[in-house]
Nanobody, 124 residues
């Protein structure tokens, strides 16, 4: 498994925004889908968003639709998660992941390349 590197997490006030980034080697991004997942203390890992290799197709969890936006810059081998209107319930460790399935997937088992995670904390 190739290790990806997330960054951009931190502490933000409710209603604020954060932009997470995830970078890796070119061989990890070329023809790969990218996904974002999150895990809060005492809860299972949950799907957040995913994007096709070309960036033409995206899929979001219902809980974040309209607030979060996933995008990628293949020239920089980087995927982003723009998070707006953050709430305390969004607090979690956010992970990026990559793989080469036939299409988009919201199942963690589909992804075999993972980052170490970045902490997002929202205060009220």
């Amino acid at each position: 498994q190739v290790q990806l590197v997330e960054s951009g997490g931190g502490l933000v006030q409710a209603g604020g925004s954060l932009r997470l980034s995830c970078a890796g080697p070119g061989r990890t991004f070329s023809n790969h889908i990218l996904g974002w997942f999150r895990q809060a203390p005492g809860k299972e890992r949950e799907f957040v968003a995913t994007i096709s290799w070309s960036g033409a197709s995206t899929l979001y969890a219902e809980a974040v639709k309209g607030r979060f936006t996933i995008s990628r810059d293949n020239a920089k081998n980087t995927v982003f998660l723009q998070m707006d209107g953050l709430k305390p319930q969004h607090k979690a460790v956010y992970y990026c992941a990559a793989d080469r399935p036939p299409g988009l997937s919201l199942r963690p088992q589909t992804y075999h390349y993972w980052g170490q995670g970045t902490q997002v904390t929202v205060s009220s």
